[in-house]
């Protein structure tokens, strides 16, 4: 029998989201196979987590491409973002707590891609007048990627409702970010 392997992406991610200490025992059982069909499609834990890493840059690249930066108002560009993210932010809230995932040579280029758009769309925005200039585009996307991370781990954890994700991160961060009148 041939193993789904995004299947098994899917279902480590599902359970890595809920349980960041899950084994590979746990892993295996959860994607239902075994371990060492597990461990064939990948050698240890570091290599299941570059693989989700892989899987959730391309989620927050095809959230980007859905979300149209570029169009319209920022503001409105950021709330389509966060929407279109919402279903891949549990997994992009474990592979947050990643530190190896974010350090040294074997940093992977999709990172900095995703941080480009995201920091062009705050720039945008600051050039608009939609959004404060006294902080800069990649403060705004570090706590934008740090407002995501709590919120998912909030509706993980049903603190808060799946519903309101966006709406939450969205609120916080530009109540922050709006440009004040000057009186």
């Known amino acids: 029998m041939a193993v789904d392997r995004d299947h098994v992406l899917r279902t480590s991610a599902a359970l890595l989201t809920r349980k960041s200490t899950a084994t590979m025992d746990e892993v295996a059982k959860a994607a239902g196979i075994s371990r060492a069909t597990l461990h064939r499609h990948f050698a240890g834990r570091d290599a299941l ?43 992009l809230a474990f592979l947050y707590t990643e530190n190896q995932l974010f350090e040294g040579e074997e940093q992977n280029e999709g990172w900095a891609r995703l941080d480009t758009r995201i920091s062009d769309l705050f720039r945008r925005g600051q050039t608009s007048g939609e959004f404060r200039i006294d902080l800069t585009p990649a403060w705004l996307t570090e706590a934008l990627y740090g407002l995501m991370a709590s919120g998912a781990w909030a509706v993980a954890e049903g603190r808060v409702a799946r519903k309101d994700f966006t709406d939450m991160i969205a609120e916080l961060l530009l109540g922050g970010a709006l440009r004040r009148e000057e009186s």
Not at 60 to 81: H, K, N, T, Y
């Open 49 to 91: 987590v570059r693989a989700l890493e892989s899987l959730g840059i391309a989620e927050c690249e095809a959230a980007v491409a859905a979300a149209r930066l570029d169009d319209g108002p920022a503001q409105e560009a950021l709330r389509r973002f966060l929407k279109e993210l919402e279903p891949a932010a549990g997994l």
